[in-house]
């Protein structure tokens, strides 16, 4: 209801004044998760404003609510005037936080993914991979929490939020 109301607001002549003078543009980070409602308030704003929209369709993986639609950033009908795309190919994150080898990696990870390719997380160096429980790795698990800058676990029943949960506790 409030994006919907919103939507409609900043469709008003008035409002779009007031923004002009306001904002000189906007980008939209993680439109990945972007629902629709959302994508019909930013393209009001777009009208309004240089618009620039940033997300991975890669990363897209999680709704908020059950009844929400996530916008599909590969589909050129709902992107519309969003649809041409860039991608990153120098790791920044990685380079910048000292490990440019787990960058080159994530890279070709990547485009195994994207080609339907199977990935082995044994054949990359950079990656610590176990399998099993987390009670048979609890040891190393609280090392690494311990002494590590940041960790990313990976689980694969990712809509399950009791294995998160269970794994924090």
């Known amino acids: 209801f409030f994006l919907e109301k919103s939507t409609e607001i900043l469709s008003l002549k008035l409002v779009q004044d007031i923004v002009k003078i306001s904002y000189t543009g906007l980008y939209v980070d993680e439109y990945q998760d972007c629902i629709i409602e959302q994508h019909n308030l930013v ?6 404003l240089p618009t620039h929209v940033l997300g991975d369709p890669m990363q897209g993986i999680f709704g908020f609510k059950k009844d929400d639609v996530l916008i599909d950033l590969e589909d050129p009908l709902q992107m519309g005037r969003f649809s041409t795309t860039y991608e990153l190919e120098i790791p920044h994150r990685w380079i910048n936080g000292g490990n440019p080898t787990l960058g080159d990696e994530l890279f070709l990870i990547r485009n195994k993914l ?6 082995d997380l044994l054949e990359y160096p950079s990656i610590e991979y176990k399998t099993g429980l987390y009670s048979d790795h609890y040891g190393d698990i609280i090392n690494i929490l311990t ?23």
Do not use: C, W, Y
Request: charged fraction near 20%.
């Open 43 to 48: 393209l009001v704003l777009a009208d309004i």
């Open 147 to 169: 002494n590590d800058e940041s960790v990313l676990v990976i689980h694969p029943n990712s809509m399950n939020s009791t294995v998160r949960e269970n794994f924090i506790v």
């Open 114 to 119: 994207k080609s339907g390719q199977e990935v």
